[in-house]
C-alpha cells in the first residue's frame, strides 16, 4: 500500500512538471513570437514556429485532460519541443544561433516520461546537434538567417533569458524541491530505522533477561530437590535456557541485532558448560575451530541447543571421574550454498552403538537428531575406535536458503 502510495506521489510529481513547462514555454513562446514580430522585426519562418509552438502545446494539455496518458504528453512534448527548436535554430544562425542552448534544456523533458526515453531523446539531441553543426559547413543557400543583424544581440539576449527562465524556474527550482523532499525522506528513514534498532536491542535485552530468570528459577527449583535424578534434568533445562539467553545478550551487546560471531558465542558457551558441571570433569579441553563467521539468530539458536546437548553429554557421561581428555568441535563451509558441516568430537569411553535417537529414552540424543532437521540438515554418528564422534550437515536458514 505504501509503495503504491509512493508510485502515485512521484507520478503526480512529473505530471505537474510537465505541466507547468507546457504552460512556461508555450507562454514565453509567444511572447517571443510577439517580439520577433513587432521588436526585433523578425518575419517569416521564426515567430510561426513560436505560435505555432504556442498553440499544439496548448491542445497537448487540453488532450492530456482528456485521455490522462502523461507518457503520451511528454512523448508529444518533447517531438514538437525538438522540431521547434531545430527549425528556429536554423533559421537564426545555425551552430552560431544562441537558440541552440535550448536543446540543451529540453533533454530534461525526455526524461519526465522515463529514463530509458529519456536517454534515447538525450542521443538524438546530442546527433541533432552535431547535424546542425554539419549543415552550417554545407552552407546550405535555402537555410538563411532570419534575423536582421541590428536584433542580432536583442534576440539573443531573449533566447538566453527563456533558456535560464525554463532551466531554473522550472527544472531548477523543482530539482532543488525534489533534493529537499529526498533529504527529508532520508532523514526520516534513517530517524525510524534507529529507533527500530533501539527497540529491537531492548527487545533482545529483556528477552535475555526473562530468559535468566527462568534459568535461576530452575536453579532453584534444582536446589530444593534432593532427586539426583530431578536435579540434573532440571540442571540440563538451565543450561538450554541459558544457552539461548546467550544469543539475545551478544545481539544486544553488538552493532550487528540480525546475526552473531559464532566463535565467541561457542567459546562462551562451552566455557560456562565446564564451570557448570560437577568437579569430577575439570581435566577435560574444550578444542574449539570454528572460522570468522556470522550467523543468523534463527540458525544460531537450534545450532546453539545442539552444541549445548553434545557437549553436556560428553561431560557428564564421556569421561571417568577425574580423567583427562579432549571435546573437539569444528564448523566448516561446504561447497553448497550456505550450506555447513559441524563436527563434534571426544576421546572419552563413548557408548553402544545399538543406542540411538530411536530407542533411547534420553532427550539429548533426540535433541540432537531433531534440531539437526530444524536446520534443514542431518545428524550422524561416526563409527570411530574411541569416544563419541557426531556429523552435522546444517543450512544457515537465516540466509533465505
Known sequence: MRNLKVDQNRLNDKTKLLLKFNYISSALSLVLGLLCMFIFEVTGTIPFVFFLYAALNFVNVVAFKKHGNLTAMAIYTSVLSWVSTLVITLFSGGINS????????????????????????????????????????????????????????????????????????????????AHHNLYKSKTEIERRIDEKEVLLREVHHRVKNNLQTVSSLLNLQAKNTGNYQIKSLLKGSQNRVLSMAMIHEMLYLRSNLSKIEFQPYVQELTEYLMKSVEGKNK????????????????????????????????????????????????????AAKNTYNLLITDNGIGYSEKINFRNTKSLGLKLIHNLARQLKGSAKRLDTEQGTNYSITFQDIGSGV
Open 283 to 334: 581435566n577435560i579441553t574444550v578444542n574449539i575451530d570454528i572460522p570468522n563467521l556470522e550467523l543468523g539468530i534463527d540458525t544460531a539458536i537450534p545450532l546453539g541447543l545442539l552444541i549445548n546437548e553434545a557437549v553436556t553429554n560428553s561431560l557428564k557421561y564421556g569421561f571417568v571421574e577425574n580423567g583427562e581428555g579432549e571435546i573437539g568441535i569444528t564448523l566448516e563451509k561446504t
Open 98 to 177: 544562441p537558440f541552440i542552448f535550448i536543446l540543451a534544456i529540453i533533454v530534461l523533458a525526455g526524461y519526465v516520461s522515463t529514463r530509458f526515453f529519456g536517454k534515447i531523446y538525450m542521443y538524438f539531441i546530442l546527433f541533432t546537434i552535431i547535424a546542425v553543426f554539419a549543415l552550417d559547413q554545407i552552407n546550405l543557400e535555402y537555410i538563411s538567417n532570419q534575423v536582421p543583424s541590428e536584433s542580432e544581440d536583442l534576440f539573443s539576449l531573449a533566447s538566453i533569458l527563456f533558456a535560464v527562465y525554463l532551466l531554473g524556474w522550472v527544472f531548477g527550482k523543482d530539482l532543488l524541491k
